[in-house]
């Protein structure tokens, strides 16, 4: 340790990265100490008997800057030699829902002298550099400039790139001119010196780079991304997420809101998180990648439904949503699955996969054995399937109302904790829901849990299951031509649930389930009245949607690869958490994380 004396005062260094010293705020005197962690700064007004600390972990400085700086409304800097500001993460409560909106602290400090204030920038700098390995310097940015209400050069222009700029993150920008012009360029450019890839746009923009960046590393290690039971090849490129889309449900899902800001304050700290992701295979050739949903019956039909009312907007699938459900379809297939281990997590077992899961951390230990920094992650990355004995099977058949496959819970807006509100971001895992064929009510009352916290597979017509595959096929008489059938013929077939049970095969399994209880009289009455809404012929067989894109293929093998891709996200940070958090450190050294409490 050595003090250095500087005028009449002292200041403290205990080793290159710890300094302590008298810092002035607005003409109030405070105690500043750096740890190798954090930067606090505590009043020492005599009156301040609470001694209110403001502290900010090192690794959410986005900025230190000599001279007193504003950047917004825009860049200005007042060029006082004995002045410095520091640029932090500040969270701002997102009014009792899930997730907190992160904003820019801004602090700007004076010093004794010169000498101390350069002390001070030099220190912070050094601590930043050492606790954020994974900050990126360099990044790629597409702009899907018709994204969601067209806004994406705009959002990315005025609030993202004056942020990047703060942090000395260099950015190449494409403002693309063609749908896949993003999955092609990173398919076959040069993507030397990028640390990641910034996308600006929707789940459509966003599942282009996820094509891409998969394509290019499994083009690179060699690796066929056909074959189902490869292990593919991590990417090593981060993925950023700049939400400007109708629907950004990958946003949601790992940041827990839909800001620009607080995801560019993600990107710019390098934040981690990994992603599960499904490979779609049709007869051994893979068809697309998916995230968020993989689903068969009502959500391919609202998706087909919407593409007709692409000029409503975002409010078609509310639109098609109705339609669909009036028509009151279900299908008939053969799901087969192989289970997860349970031992590790169920999907009914309540809990949230929120930043910092420890489900998702003990995954990452097993995918990644050998690996004690981040920066060796790849290299060690452990195959999923050549070492765990695959497991069995298991396999049903019968109607459906839908079939959904996610491999992260698929929080959104529309329904704040998703399709599977259990589900992990990174666990290597996936959520099997099984909707069986029931009466309308009974599927209205799913469908309307999705947007409450209520329980929707607590209901005697749905299942879930953990899995790490899953396998879709028609039953043996509805096998052939099944999309052109969807295309242009259908079926005399009679729809509703009276004849579930006897066209089941796993008769079984319903019985377990209830669905093949008999109707009460109010059911049948709704029954009857939504059939005469609906159309008496539909098709005898759905279609898939995987993120929002139709597939080409009805009968698939989906294969869940853990933690294939990595985004500048930490998950959801659960809002309460924060809170507790703060009380403690408050009780303990009367702090507040990253912001006053004053
Ligand atoms: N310049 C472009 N012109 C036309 N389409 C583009 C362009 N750039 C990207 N796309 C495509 O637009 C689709 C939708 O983009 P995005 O997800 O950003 O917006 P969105 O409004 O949320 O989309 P959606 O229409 O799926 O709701 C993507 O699948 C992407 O491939
Ligand atoms: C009575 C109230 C009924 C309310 C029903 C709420 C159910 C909401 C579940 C929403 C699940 C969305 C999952 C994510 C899907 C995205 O990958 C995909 C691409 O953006 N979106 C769609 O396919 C868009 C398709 C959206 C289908 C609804
Ligand atoms: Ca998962």
């Known amino acids: 340790m050595s003090f250095v004396r500087k005028g009449e005062r002292y200041f403290r260094m205990e080793s290159d990265l710890t300094l302590e010293s008298s810092l002035w705020v607005e003409n109030k005197r405070y105690r500043a100490v750096l740890t190798g962690w ?31 700086v ?53 220190h912070l700098k050094a601590a930043l550099k050492t606790h954020s390995p994974l900050r990126p310097k360099r990044l790629l940015v597409f702009i ?30 494409i403002v693309t001119e063609r749908a896949n012009q993003a999955r092609d360029h990173l398919l076959k450019k040069d993507l030397t010196g990028f640390n990641g890839v910034v996308c600006v746009g929707g789940d459509g923009m966003f599942s282009e ?34 939400p400007a889309g109708s629907t950004d449900c990958v946003c949601f899902a790992t940041v827990g809101v839909i800001d620009p800001v607080t995801s560019a304050l993600h990107i710019i700290i390098g934040d981690s ?13 893979l068809v697309r990648y998916s995230v968020s949903l993989l689903g068969y019956g009502f959500y391919g039909d609202v998706l087909a439904e919407s593409e007709k009312h692409r000029w409503m907007g975002p409010l078609r699938y509310d639109y098609s949503g109705t339609v669909v459900y009036l028509s009151n379809r279900s299908y008939a297939g053969v799901v087969q699955y192989l289970p997860a281990d349970p031992v590790l997590s169920s999907p009914r077992d309540r809990t949230r996969c929120l930043a910092g899961c420890s489900v998702c951390s003990r995954s990452t230990e097993r995918l990644f054995p050998n690996s004690s ?104 008489d509805k096998e052939e031509d099944s999309f052109a059938e969807r295309e242009g013929q259908s079926n005399d077939e009679e729809r509703g649930y009276t004849d579930t049970a006897s066209r089941n095969g796993s008769q079984q399994h319903l019985a377990e389930k209830g669905a093949a209880r008999e109707p009460t009289k109010r059911q049948k009455t709704a029954n009857s009245f939504l059939c005469g809404v609906c159309c008496s012929k539909a098709p005898a067989v759905s279609v898939w949607n995987c993120d929002g894109e139709i597939l080409p293929s009805t009968e698939i093998l989906s294969r869940v690869h853990g933690q ?22 408050d009780k303990r050294e009367r702090s507040c994380y990253g912001t006053s409490l004053n």
Not at 146 to 153: E, L
Not at 273 to 285: G, K, R, W
Not at 566 to 583: M, S, T
């Open 373 to 476: 920094d981040s920066g060796s992650l790849y290299s060690s990355y452990h195959s999923q399937y050549n070492n765990d004995s695959e497991g069995e099977w298991v396999s049903v058949e019968g109607r459906f109302r839908c079939v959904s496959l996610t491999c992260m819970s698929s929080s959104n807006p529309r329904s704040p904790l998703g399709l599977s509100p259990s589900a992990h971001l990174a666990d290597g895992t996936g959520d099997l829901i099984l909707v069986w064929d029931t009466h309308p009510l009974g599927f209205l009352k799913f469908l309307y849990r999705h947007t409450s916290s209520q329980d929707q597979f607590d209901l005697p017509f749905v299942e879930v299951h953990r899995v790490k595959a899953v396998r879709f096929s028609l039953p043996p």
């Open 273 to 285: 998180q990994p992603l599960d992701v499904c490979s779609v295979h049709q007869t051994s050739a």
């Open 38 to 68: 954090h930067f606090r700064w505590t009043e020492l007004d005599k009156k301040n008997r609470d001694k209110r600390t403001i502290s900010v972990p090192v690794s959410e400085v986005v900025g230190v800057e000599e001279g007193r």
């Open 564 to 585: 294939l891709v990595r985004l500048y996200a930490r998950g959801i940070e659960d809002g309460a958490a924060v809170q507790d958090y703060r009380e403690e450190s």
């Open 144 to 173: 899907n400039p018709f994204g969601g209400k067209k806004k994406g050069r705009e959002i990315y222009h005025s609030l993202v790139s004056p942020l990047f700029e703060l942090a000395g993150i260099s950015s190449h920008v």
């Open 209 to 242: 780079i996820l094509h891409g960046l998969i394509g290019r590393t499994q083009q690179e290690a060699g690796l066929c991304e056909d074959d189902p039971t490869v292990t593919l090849q991590p990417c090593p490129l981060h993925i950023g997420i700049i």
């Open 70 to 122: 504003e950047i917004l409304p825009q860049k200005s800097v007042e060029d006082t030699d004995k002045d410095f500001t520091v640029f932090y993460v500040k969270r701002c409560s997102n009014g009792g829902s899930h997730g907190l909106l992160w904003r820019l602290g801004r602090t700007q400090f004076s010093c004794l002298s010169r000498v101390l204030r350069d002390q001070w920038t030099k």
